[in-house]
């Protein structure tokens, strides 16, 4: 099977400081990848690599384009990066608002991006919006309410709708439950399980939670200074760590 994303080489350094070095990995079609560390691990800066927000230093990162196969997203038009940003590609952010247009309304928010695709045709991208809306637990009588009326859970909620609305084939995501109360993570966390598994979504899930990842990730990398110290099935390396980091990192969490 062709991977979705195959990662090889992947450096970017800071001048000394080094942000992530020699990562690689393949995702395959409808798998999610947990990367999991402490602060300044590297996770937060790998991420935002694949995603095209930063350039690296070295490596590839090749995405099995609907049009011609792998194709390395680095050596990509701004264009063309752009686009699959809008298609194919999705990014949800920790801070709901750096991925929300707060002047807009909830329904505007999910129907720029339709429009973004091409769609032109108010009542059906109103439509869709509302449709999608219900699929996040937001109620349709809010479609016209803006953002700074909801909630931060129901902001987060929003803006996963404004990222699936087109049917992307990979989200990134950047610690999507950070910020918010256990029991608003809790819900969150069951609706993007249940959205990914529907949609057959890969994803490359950024967190420190090690519960997010347990629940959402079919396999696990773990980061320490900018390296991958391990990585193999989520069960696996969490139920018994090879390395002394991630050890460490497990047992943390138990003496909680």
């Not at 996963?160 to 910020?179: C, K, S, Y």
């Not at 139920?239 to 990192?249: K, M, S, V």
């Amino acid at each position: 099977m062709t991977p979705l994303l195959r990662v090889t080489d992947l450096s970017k350094f800071y001048g000394q400081r080094v942000g992530c070095t020699d990562v690689a990995f393949n995702l395959f079609p409808g798998e999610v990848m947990g990367i999991v560390g402490e602060s300044g691990s590297g996770k937060s800066t790998l991420l935002n690599c694949l995603a095209g927000h930063v350039p690296p230093d070295t490596g590839e990162v090749l995405f099995d384009t609907r049009a011609d196969g792998l194709k390395d997203t680095v050596q990509m038009s701004e264009p063309e990066r752009r686009m699959l940003g809008r298609t194919d590609w999705a990014f949800v952010h920790q801070n709901p608002r750096d991925g929300l247009r707060m002047g807009i309304s909830a329904g505007g928010n999910v129907g720029e991006r339709l429009m973004a695709v091409g769609a032109r045709h108010y009542g059906e991208i109103r439509e869709s919006a509302t449709d999608w809306l219900g699929r996040v637990e937001i109620a349709a009588d809010r479609i016209d309410d803006k953002p700074r009326a909801f909630s931060g859970g129901m902001q987060q909620r929003l803006q996963i709708a404004r990222n699936l609305v087109t049917g992307p084939r990979l989200v990134f995501m950047d610690e999507p439950t950070g910020g918010l109360d256990v029991s608003v993570q809790a819900r969150l966390l069951d609706l993007l399980r249940g959205l990914v598994r529907q949609m057959g979504l890969s994803a490359v899930i950024v967190t420190h939670d090690l519960a997010v990842v347990r629940l959402l990730a079919d396999r696990l990398m773990v980061m320490k200074s900018g390296h991958v110290v391990e990585t193999g099935l989520t069960d696996q390396v969490l139920d018994d760590p090879q390395h002394a980091y991630t050890q460490l990192l497990v047992s943390s969490v138990l003496q909680v």
